[in-house]
């Protein structure tokens, strides 16, 4: 293969693997992930599965110091470890996020994988849980004063879970029957779901007791 053959071939899987996994709705979500990060104003941060490292690149031009945890060594994480033994990280951060992760093991694992977030937090913890359904939106601007703007999923009509996923809010567990669990751990700051992309629900959560300042 020629030498422009392969690096076109090479911008072809570039630009796939880009458009197949950062998305427009995947994009809206980084949006608000970076939001709630930025708005607590943190010193450091964790985050539990990197994936692409967007949040990692973004978060270092505010000056906020991002580490990492991952299984996978392919995104180069500062702690190399399952999210069950988060309790091996001998250092606290001022918010711990995991977006997306949580349903990646089954449901028995979630209340102390929330317990496992909660020791290395200092204060806040934030994530986002898959929502199941049919997604709908609806926006409709009738005048620069009327701007008629509603999303969400239908819950009654289940889809077929990701295939990388054990469960997921409405296919198996109601979001009342997770916000009672996490409701054992944290305190809810604010919930809700993401407009532009319902498949992510957010969780915005702080430590029950939150650590002394040293």
């Known amino acids: 293969m020629e030498n422009s053959d392969f690096n076109k071939a ?3 899987k570039a630009y796939k693997d880009f458009n197949d996994y950062i998305n427009i709705e995947r994009w809206n979500s980084f949006y608000y992930q970076l939001k709630e990060i930025i708005k607590l104003s943190p010193k450091n941060i964790l985050e539990i599965g990197p994936g692409s490292n ?3 690149n973004i978060l270092n031009e ?4 991002y580490k990492s945890a991952d299984v996978d060594k392919k ?3 500062d702690y ?3 999210i069950r033994n988060l309790s091996s990280i001998d250092e606290k951060f001022d918010v711990v996020v995991a977006f997306q992760i949580l349903e990646h093991l089954p449901y028995k694992y979630f209340l102390p994988n929330l ?3 909660d020791k290395v937090s200092k204060k806040y913890v934030l994530i986002s849980l898959p929502v199941n359904g049919i997604s709908y939106r609806l926006n409709l601007k009738l005048s620069k004063y009327i701007n008629l703007d509603r999303s969400g999923k239908i819950p009654f009509l289940n889809t077929k879970l990701y295939k990388e996923h054990y469960w997921e809010i409405n296919h198996n567990y109601t979001l009342k029957t997770i916000r009672n669990d996490i ?3 944290f305190n809810i700051n604010h919930e809700y779901q993401c407009k532009e ?3 992510h629900y957010f969780f915005i959560l702080e430590k029950k007791t939150v650590d002394p300042k040293p």
Do not use: M, Q
Request: no cysteine; hydrophobic share 30%; glycine share 0%.
């Open 10 to 12: 090479s911008n072809l």
């Open 54 to 56: 967007v949040l990692k």
């Open 62 to 65: 505010y000056n906020i110091e």
């Open 75 to 77: 995104t180069e994480p």
């Open 80 to 82: 190399l470890l399952d």
């Open 115 to 117: 317990k496992e977030l």
């Open 183 to 185: 409701n054992k751990v």
């Open 197 to 199: 992309n319902p498949y």
